[in-house]
């Protein structure tokens, strides 16, 4: 898809090359029975962003995506604050999102693993 000389990350095609992107994603989806609309899985990871943040590119991570350039710079031997500078972000305040973020994950696979609450006669 060209970008008529457009160059940078947060650029664009233009009209055009954005309409036959478009149209072709559509006959794709169609001749391969897949579903025109996606649903929203936000466990799903982009191993390409996550490949890019590990290099330093800007890129917008999910939550599961940072958990797991984290995971990536970490086993590498990155301290909080080189992984902050590779992100662009505050080492401390990275640590922080990432406590954050694994708190809500231990939360929520154990609320999954604990036994439905039985119903208490009144």
Do not use: I, N, Y
């Not at 947060?10 to 309409?19: D, L, P, R």
């Not at 943040?53 to 939550?63: F, H, I, K, N």
């Amino acid at each position: 898809m060209a970008v008529h000389g457009r160059r940078g990350p947060f650029q664009s095609a233009c009209g055009a090359c954005w309409e036959h992107a478009v149209r072709a994603d559509a006959l794709f989806a169609a001749e391969w029975g897949l579903p025109a609309e996606l649903v929203h899985e936000p466990d799903l990871v982009d191993a390409v962003a996550v490949d890019r943040a590990c290099a330093g590119d800007p890129v917008r991570l999910t939550s599961a995506e940072l958990l797991t350039v984290v995971e990536r710079l970490r086993s590498g031997g990155l301290t909080w604050t080189q992984m902050g500078k590779r992100l662009g972000r505050d080492g401390e305040s990275l640590g922080r999102r990432v406590r954050e973020l694994t708190a809500v994950t231990t939360s929520a696979a154990q609320t999954a693993d604990s036994p439905e609450p039985e119903a208490v006669a009144a």
